[in-house]
């Protein structure tokens, strides 16, 4: 059994041996507990932390129920399995009285473990259920496959214009770096955009390794970027479309979110580069719009007053996106054809942010 | 320039230099003439067509869009380039009196498009942004990547754990099969269950080739399942969650759509067999259910007026569903440990369809 997932045991144990009442102890993840470090650029947890005593029924429940999640955890470990966080919810039915009452309550256990152990839930075998990204370019990396053997695949030469799905877990028993060559990251919000980069072949012409992040980007995504960063010193470049959400998703990459601050140093990159689409792109190349919905404009008002966009370049962008009243996607650079984006956006956004 | 376009911009260009008015003629997409038909299991256009003549203002109009349209499509062939559907609608801005109102415009005319050549959209080099479906198994494939090259791929061996993503386009242009050693297609509904066969090696242990086709399957994942069976004669079986949108989702695969009545012998496949899961799985194999919402209700009444639920089987399911006022998810089948679904569960509900 992992040794941090053990040591949680040992002491419930030795404290039951004592005779004294057995509790767990983890840092406080009120809101007050999460501040944004400044220096480091991600969200952060302080020092407060929570104990939770066996004497009250309630937290004598959730210790219940942490020790039958490490046991099942400890059985995957044997059979070489994984579980999808649903799954744990549903096995639980055979728990008795660790039951879950809803999977909000064991995912928030599966996080409350991950607060304790620093380990991730996937290094705990519990997954979700979201697909990893897509990636396209010159990057060979070996995978450990089901079988138990590492499988080498080149990212551009081996697959096929899809790309190589990254696996749910890329930590280094999964996934290892073998070489690669290419000069950044470009993590590309839509398929459709993905695709045309793809087409264009700006992976080769341009020396990027392109990943398409579907939305939102997964864990497993944000890891994989912020290996290629840290491992490999790649710098990453995220090109969204032009509005609000597509700025939180660039935030995500970059600083990460308060509800993963206890794992920030693992998934965020700080040091990533927004490429656009820009308030100010919308104004410079005239792209088509649509206006903003009052839900933008709000979601606009709430990023001013967020840590994470307290620059000068992020105050000035969200205000002129204020001002215009418009928002614009990816793909309304085909304005210009299919190659504008390739052969005149790109190299010129490059450019000016120094990454070319 | 592909002939069936080519015969459209011809019969303009007649009529035009014969000093009539230009038109163009179509099946009529009116409901009324789309029936299902009981013979081939799909649904069909029957006989009525409508004439566009160009002596309208909104038909003149349409029919210059509609020319665009395929001197971009020919533009396209000649750069060895493909478009994004949303892509095409902001290219339109630069057409002048060509330029769309809005993507349901463009989209509804590339349709148009579709009935009046039979040719797929994905082979006028037009595609939507939905990502393909995830496969793994025993068949080894060529694709034509973007480089012009056909790149042969084992779906098993070649790929990572979250297998071999399927292009926009499975033509055999761009898609030959080069060998196969399976018994069945397993089509998939979620990403979880997906992984639990991939895990627990399904594939291997059972022969069979595994499709995760992400919730509402795509037109190229439709297309790739009918290929399978059409071309190797492979049987394909449809495993979903319990609920009246998944019983549509296994329609979809079988019988197809109204809205792709035109293309329904290329993306429907009418033998698919459903594994589950049913209602009578939720009594029989006594799974965790959530409640009925109004909506569920509502929608398993419409498909009691389906024509494709229009057999026993289906009737009872339906029916069993209301009496039960229950569903349940594929995963459910984890209160009885991980293994439950490949060791129990599919290998008999396999044997009771005759699969195996």
Not at 191 to 217: A, C, T, W, Y
Not at 288 to 307: M, R, W, Y
């Amino acid at each position: 059994m992992n040794e941090k997932l053990k040591s949680i045991v040992d002491e419930i144990y030795n404290e039951m041996k004592k005779g004294q009442i057995p509790k767990v102890e983890l840092k406080s993840r009120n809101k007050d507990n999460i501040v944004f470090d400044n220096l480091s650029g991600v969200w952060k947890y302080g020092n407060n932390t929570v104990k939770r005593y066996a004497s009250k029924t309630n937290s004598a429940k959730s210790i219940l129920k942490m020790l039958y999640i490490i046991d099942f955890i400890d059985e995957m470990e044997q059979d070489l399995k994984t579980s999808t966080l649903r799954e744990m919810y549903y096995i639980s039915e055979g728990w008795g009285l660790g039951k879950f009452e809803s999977q909000d309550e064991s995912d928030m256990m599966t996080e409350d473990l991950e607060v304790m152990t620093t380990l991730l839930r996937e290094e705990m075998r519990l997954r979700p259920e979201e697909s990893g990204a897509s990636v396209i370019g010159n990057l060979t990396l070996k995978e450990m496959n089901r079988k138990g053997e590492w499988k080498e695949i080149n990212c551009r030469d081996d697959v096929g214009d899809a790309g190589y799905t990254i696996p749910y877990n890329v930590e280094p028993e999964k996934i290892q770096f073998v070489s690669e060559d290419v000069d950044f990251v470009l993590a590309i919000e839509t398929g459709g955009m993905f695709d045309r980069l793809v087409e264009n072949r700006f992976d080769e012409k341009m020396r990027s390794l392109l990943v398409h992040i579907k939305g939102q980007p997964s864990r497993s995504t944000k890891r994989l970027i912020n290996r290629l960063n840290k491992e490999l010193h790649i710098p990453v470049v995220v090109f969204t479309d032009g509005d609000p959400w597509s700025f939180r998703i660039f935030a995500s990459i970059a600083y990460g979110a308060i509800k993963t601050a206890h794992i920030s140093d693992i998934l965020a990159t700080p040091n990533s580069e927004f490429v656009g689409i820009t308030a100010s792109d919308i104004v410079r190349y005239e792209l088509p719009t649509d206006k903003l919905s009052d839900k933008d404009i709000e979601a606009l008002h709430a990023e001013l007053e967020d840590p994470r966009f307290n620059t000068p370049f992020w105050k000035g962008e969200i205000e002129t996106m204020l001002n215009l009243g418009k928002k614009a996607e990816q793909q309304a650079l085909a304005k210009y054809g299919l190659n504008f984006v390739t052969d005149t956006y790109l190299p010129e956004k490059l450019k000016e942010i120094g990454i070319i």
